[in-house]
Nanobody, 123 residues
């Protein structure tokens, strides 16, 4: 099991940037593929981005492609989400999660989750 703790959320105006970070502990972090999801009030949790164990092959939801960048540092056991050009529709609680599956985009494919960090984008 991997324990995950997110940080970096906050309130910003549209067009600004935020950087989320997820710190992992427990089992060997480098063996897991890591993802970010988000959940807005009244909506289902949705995939945002994911990255392989080695830091390669990141992939993104169409809604954030070109604006968000996922990265990881296995030496520090962290995975970050750089969010640029934020929009009001990006407002949500953001969660990091761990999986052993390749190119996983479904919540059911992820076994370990953080508690989430809130991002609010005002127009």
């Amino acid at each position: 099991q991997v324990q995950l703790v997110e940080s970096g959320g906050g309130s910003v105006q549209a067009g600004r940037s935020l950087r989320l970070s997820c710190a992992a502990s427990g089992r060997t972090f480098s063996g897991y593929r890591m993802g970010w999801f988000r959940q807005a009030p009244g909506k289902e949790r949705e995939f945002v981005a994911a990255i392989n164990w080695g830091g390669g092959n990141p992939f993104y939801a169409d809604s954030v492609k070109g604006r968000f960048t996922i990265s990881r540092d296995n030496a520090k056991n962290t995975v970050d989400l750089q969010m640029n050009s934020l929009k009001p529709e990006d407002t949500a609680a953001y969660y990091c999660a761990a999986t052993l599956y390749l190119r996983a985009v479904r919540t059911t494919e992820y076994t370990d989750w953080g508690q989430g960090t809130q991002v609010t984008v005002s127009s």
